[in-house]
Every structure is written in C-alpha cells, then in structure tokens.
Nanobody
Framework: QVQLVESGGGLVRAGGSLRVSCVAS????????MGWFRQAPGKEREFVAG?????YYADSVKGRFTISRDNAKSTIYLQIDSLKPEDTAVYYC????????????????WGQGTQVTVSS
C-alpha cells in the first residue's frame, strides 16, 4: 500500500492562504481515493475534503478549501484560502480504496500530519 508524507504547514495570519501537499509512494496511487482530515487540540479528528470520483468538502470549509491531485506526481494538494483561527489543526493526508467517503475508518492509510496554525 502507499505511504504518505505531508508538507507545507506553517503559521499564517487570519485571512491568508496556504497550500499543503501530500506525496504518496510505494503503491498504485491512481487506484486510491484521497482526502484530508484535521484534528484541533482537544477535538476529534474531522473530515475536511476528499477526491475520488468527485471532489467533496465538509460544510465548514466549502468555498475556502480546494482539493486537487496530480497523478503524474503521486501528489494531492489542499489549497486553503481565507484562513480562520478555527482552521488551526494538524492536517492529515489519507488514502483508501472506498471512494467518496468521509469517515476516518474509510481510509486505511494516514500520513504523519502537518501543523497549520492561524493567528488572529
């Protein structure tokens, strides 16, 4: 199966933008549905965005987050615009063989996470 490595997190001011990336290796990237989850301090892990047969988003990020993938580079991206302090979290890249799902248990491969911190 694939292994995932995220990058691109950092400290950003509210209203700013950031793009996080996730590179996959060791498997057939094209076969996997991919996505992003996040976990804020003291909160449960939550679905953010997915890309399988379609792109889909959590209601809380629609219009601000854009997920994309580049199969030639075995990479997915999450473009985050109009950042808010409540977007502060560790962002995890995920891969799974069930398409268009949004539960953590639907994804069996997880990256180590990248921290996004938004200052007010």
């Amino acid at each position: 199966q694939v292994q995932l490595v995220e990058s691109g997190g950092g400290l950003v001011r509210a209203g700013g933008s950031l793009r996080v990336s996730c590179v996959a290796s060791g498997g057939s990237f094209e076969d996997y549905a991919m996505g992003w989850f996040r976990q804020a301090p003291g909160k449960e892990r939550e679905f953010v965005a997915g890309i399988g047969s379609v792109r889909y988003y959590a209601d809380s990020v629609k219009g601000r987050f854009t997920i994309s993938r580049d199969n030639a580079k075995s990479t997915i991206y999450l473009q985050i615009d109009s950042l808010k302090p409540e977007d502060t979290a560790v962002y995890y890249c995920v891969a799974g063989l069930r398409y268009d799902r949004s539960e953590p248990t639907d994804y069996n491969v997880w990256g180590q996470g990248t921290q996004v911190t938004v200052s007010s």
